[in-house]
């Protein structure tokens, strides 16, 4: 059969994004398809430069010119991707097109060490990446990229001071740690913490961003308000570790996001600390905080599931010398690189079947 456009595109019409459950050319993820003799050359646009599924779209594409082609047909498939968006022009961050909140109840589950991680993993699929560390009273961003001590350059826009992020690692970040002493003991009173983000949210030069990543301090406190008031927060991501009394923590900072008036998507439940496995004991798991606790609280509010993360020393190490575990090839590197590609793909369902996020007003 001869090749023509018209019949390339009902031979793709076959393939469907397993996710979002439409066919490729519905979905508008075909483009540029030139044809030459028997020479057949197409972009794929995949939601995600981390999209998990990368090779098996390609080869159902094969699979399905081959059907209706033969196997003569010389194919140049080029994937590549443009992040999905909900948000339109808001006068807040119109380049950013997700915003994403990693949050848990309990303090000192890995929201910070888990925040740095997707972020570096993403940047590192390709994806423009930054991160607002929200915990204005506790600071962990400078220390876990290796920035402290480090200033922001400010410049002027129209007579306003507009703060210039620090870039480490592919990741524009901002944190109060950028501006304040590190051992200064600021006491942040909340109005004050609460206007230091909605600073950082609204006089930063982000710029163009696929996911803007805010790593917020433990519980459900005028931060997280602040967040929902000041921007509309594409998703927000739980971090657990297994046990009781923060799966209960947990379980209160996901119903604040689901609450009628808030309604920001949960885009999953990630388990930290899921289980302890000794180097020299690779097969051997030991679930010092319970099992799965986790991924039942997922089940329980019919959220995804991300993944659990293990416990690990170089994950603890990695955070205190501002060296992202990510990095390091094994074990960590796998954990966090599958991660990313959970929370990017939840993502892009979320913006395919779900209307964009209105920034919570509250009355009086
Ligand atoms: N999977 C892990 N394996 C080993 N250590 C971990 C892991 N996750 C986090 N940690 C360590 O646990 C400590 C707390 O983690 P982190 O600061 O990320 O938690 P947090 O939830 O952000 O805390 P806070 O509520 O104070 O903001 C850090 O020292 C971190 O390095
Ligand atoms: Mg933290």
Redesign the pocket.
């Known amino acids: 059969m001869s090749l023509t456009k018209e019949k390339v595109l009902q031979a793709l019409s076959t393939v469907e994004d397993p996710d979002l459950k439409k066919d490729l050319v519905t979905l508008g993820m075909i483009q540029n398809i030139e044809i030459e003799g028997n020479k057949l050359s197409f972009k794929v646009v995949l939601t995600t430069p981390a999209c998990p599924l990368k090779e098996v779209i390609k080869n159902n594409c094969i699979e399905a010119l081959e059907d209706a082609f033969g196997k003569d047909v010389e194919l140049g498939i080029f994937m590549t991707s443009n992040v999905t968006t909900t948000r339109d022009n808001t006068p807040l961050l119109p380049q950013v097109k997700n915003i994403i909140a990693?949050a848990?109840g309990?303090?000192?589950?890995?929201?910070?060490?888990?925040?740095?991680n997707l972020a570096v993993a993403l940047a590192n699929t390709g994806a423009k990446v930054g991160l607002i560390d929200a915990?204005i009273s506790?600071p962990?961003v400078p220390t876990?990229f290796n920035v402290e001590g480090e200033q922001p350059s400010v410049k002027q826009v129209d007579g306003k001071n507009i703060i210039i992020p620090i870039e480490q690692y592919g990741v524009k970040l901002m944190s109060i740690g950028f501006l304040t002493p590190s051992d200064s003991a600021v006491v942040w009173r909340g109005p004050m913490a609460s206007s230091a983000l909605k600073q950082f949210i609204g006089d930063v030069e982000w710029g163009e961003l696929d996911y803007l990543l805010i790593?917020?301090?433990?519980?459900t406190s005028d931060i997280h308000l602040t967040m929902v008031q000041t921007i509309p927060v594409t998703g927000a991501v739980i971090?657990t570790t297994p046990q009781k009394v923060a799966l209960a923590d947990a379980t209160k900072g996901l119903t604040m996001f689901k609450q009628p008036q808030i309604n920001v998507p949960i885009l999953g439940v990630i388990e930290?600390?899921?289980y302890f496995t000794p180097a020299e004991l690779p097969d051997n798991k030991y679930y010092i905080f319970g099992k799965e606790g986790g991924r039942k609280l997922a089940e329980k509010f019919n959220v995804p599931f991300l993944g659990e993360?293990?416990?690990?020393?170089?994950?603890?190490?990695?955070?205190?010398t501002g060296y992202p575990?990510v990095f390091k090839e094994g074990l960590?590197k796998t954990a966090f690189s599958e991660l990313a590609e959970s929370v990017a793909r939840q993502v892009a369902i979320r913006n395919a079947e779900k209307s964009k996020t209105e920034v919570v007003h509250v009355n009086g």
């Open positions: 990693i848990s309990k303090g000192g589950v890995g929201k910070s060490t888990t925040a740095c915990d506790g962990s876990m790593d917020l301090p433990p519980g971090v930290n600390m899921a993360m293990p416990i690990v020393q170089s994950i603890r190490e990695s955070g205190d575990a960590t």
